[in-house]
């Protein structure tokens, strides 16, 4: 595959990460229906499910059928290198394990490719609705109901945000409870979905106004930033500087502010101003 050229590339790119998305989803949505087995992965609480496993094999199984020289960097497997690292596929099989395991069932599946770093497409699926949303660099983000552009805006009423913060922030973390102390208090309404990738769709419909990310993950990015990126939203660090699309692959995390170009300065005036925020009294 590694002789055809990009466009025609990523348009079979995309053809088999949607179709490997949505059968993966299509299998998650029925093991939701029977028992779960749950495994815990690490000290820091985060799970997986035989779902997740099951998922990734399906996704891995179209992938590497196609492009077998890709190098690929996924939620379960980790890192599968092969003989081309300049493409680099990214795997979430199912992005809110955490909730299918207490019975809510909020999750979606991503998948995105890279590269040279750069995410160029990006794909996440909405097992219970089955809807999907698709991404490629420079060609624009569609959805169920077809294109995504959104021209920047300030809502009347107070903004609608997300907030994220990666698995290996505690409780205890001084700037998460800052951070979240700050946002909760200028927002209507501050939601922590567990499932980011969710997070970055709904901001690519214009659903929420923000999405601000605290140590995230890379994996949960490229598809997500892309999608939101394509639909005319705006990506930067703490200090509103635009964020890198070249992503430090296959390890590391990142702070970001996601919101249309009216929207980032406030956002990124309240991220400053919770530095001045001291927040006690919750437990480790």
């Known amino acids: 595959m590694n002789q055809v050229l990009p466009d025609t590339l990523l348009d079979v790119a995309a053809e088999v990460a949607v179709t490997a998305a949505v059968e993966a989803g299509h299998a998650i949505r029925a093991g939701l229906l029977g028992a779960l087995t749950v495994h815990t992965k690490d000290a820091t609480g985060d799970v997986v499910t035989d779902l997740d496993l099951r998922a990734e094999q399906i996704i891995l199984g179209h992938l590497r059928r196609v492009f077998p020289d890709h190098r690929i960097l996924a939620e379960e497997s980790g890192v599968l290198d092969s003989t081309d690292d300049t493409w680099c596929w990214v795997v979430d099989p199912l992005d809110g394990t955490n909730n299918i395991t207490i019975g809510l069932p909020v999750c979606t599946v991503g998948i995105a490719l890279c590269h040279n770093g750069t995410p160029v497409l990006g794909v996440v699926h909405e097992p219970i609705a089955d809807h999907t949303w698709t991404a490629v660099r420079g060609r624009g983000a569609f959805g169920p109901n077809g294109p995504l552009w959104h021209p920047a805006h300030r809502p009347a009423a107070a903004p609608v945000l997300a907030w994220l913060q990666g698995y290996p922030v505690t409780r205890a973390d001084p700037t998460a409870r800052a951070l979240r102390l700050t946002l909760e208090s200028a927002s209507r309404r501050l939601i922590q979905l567990w499932s980011p990738l969710l997070c970055w769709v709904m901001l690519s419909n ?13 994996v949960d990015l ?16 703490f200090h509103g500087i635009t964020l890198d699309e070249r992503l430090e692959l296959p390890v590391g995390e990142v702070d970001f502010i996601a919101g249309s170009a009216e929207m980032i300065p406030e956002l990124t005036l309240l991220v400053k101003s919770a530095a001045a925020v001291t927040v006690t009294g919750l437990p480790d």
């Open 222 to 237: 490229p598809a997500g930033a892309l999608l939101a990126r394509e639909s005319g939203m705006h990506l930067t660090d």
């Open 206 to 218: 214009g659903d929420i106004d923000g999405f601000v990310g605290y140590r995230a993950g890379l």
